[in-house]
């Protein structure tokens, strides 16, 4: 079974720093795309920041300057590194990717559960 696995969300003061981590496992032949995705309160997801395989990047104007997304390819995990924190970032963050799952023909998007992140004032 694939799926994505999120961790790192919490609680935090604003300024602070929080580093959410997703690892995809099953049965996966090749992690294309990465995504990080956000949802707050009453407000549409949004994404936040995207990694092709190679490492091509993607932020939203937003968090530009203050969060960082890389991946482990080897690990076939996602990371995002968020730094300057403000009350606003709080939602609840999940994890998307486009894998190609072994034995099929084409990439599809898996999503996380998803993980809280609280920025307080």
């Known amino acids: 079974q694939v799926q994505l696995v999120e961790s790192g969300g919490g609680l935090v003061q604003a300024g602070g720093s929080l580093r959410l981590s997703c690892a995809a496992s099953g049965s996966i032949f090749s992690v294309n795309a990465m995504r990080w995705y956000r949802q707050a309160p009453g407000k549409q997801r949004e994404l936040v920041a995207a990694?092709?395989?190679?490492?091509?990047?993607y932020y939203l104007d937003s968090v530009k300057g203050r969060f960082t997304i890389s991946r482990d390819n080897a690990k076939n995990t996602v990371y995002l590194q968020m730094n300057s924190l403000k009350p606003e970032d709080t939602a609840v963050y999940y994890c998307?990717?486009?894998?190609?799952?072994?034995?099929?023909?084409?990439?599809?998007?898996?999503w996380g559960q998803g993980t809280q992140v609280t920025v307080s004032s």
């Open positions: 990694i092709t395989s190679g490492a091509s990047t």
């Open positions: 998307n990717a486009d894998l190609l799952v072994v034995g099929t023909a084409w990439a599809n998007g898996y």
